[in-house]
Nanobody, 115 residues
Framework: QVQLVESGGGLVQAGGSLRLSCAAS????????MGWYRQAPGKQRELVAS???????NYADSVKGRFTISRDSAKNTVYLQMNSLEPEDTAVYYC?????????WGQGTRVTVSS
């Protein structure tokens, strides 16, 4: 079993920054992909960014140039640095780990961007 614990959400004004962290623990075997998804009210959950154990990164078009994903594989921790935040970034952000063909999810952390 794998557990994901997120931190770093909160309220910020437009143009501000936040950094999300997600620490994974448990039975993580071999290569994996860690990422962040978000779900805004009334919308489907969408991928924000992901990173493989080989440091291959993928970003949603809406966050390219503003968000940066990174990871510390020794600590099984993934980070999301969010800059130039916009009200449209308001959502619950979920950490995701894909390992051994299983998806694991964190409990979510709320990010609210005021205009």
């Amino acid at each position: 079993q794998v557990q994901l614990v997120e931190s770093g959400g909160g309220l910020v004004q437009a143009g501000g920054s936040l950094r999300l962290s997600c620490a994974a623990s448990g039975s993580i075997v071999g290569s994996n992909i860690m990422g962040w998804y978000r779900q805004a009210p009334g919308k489907q959950r969408e991928l924000v960014a992901s990173i493989t154990t080989g440091d291959i990164r993928n970003y949603a078009d809406s966050v390219k140039g503003r968000f940066t994903i990174s990871r510390d594989s020794a600590k099984n921790t993934v980070y999301l640095q969010m800059n130039s935040l916009e009200p449209e970034d308001t959502a619950v952000y979920y950490c995701n780990l894909w390992n051994s063909e299983i998806d694991y999810w964190g409990q979510g952390t709320r990010v609210t961007v005021s205009s």
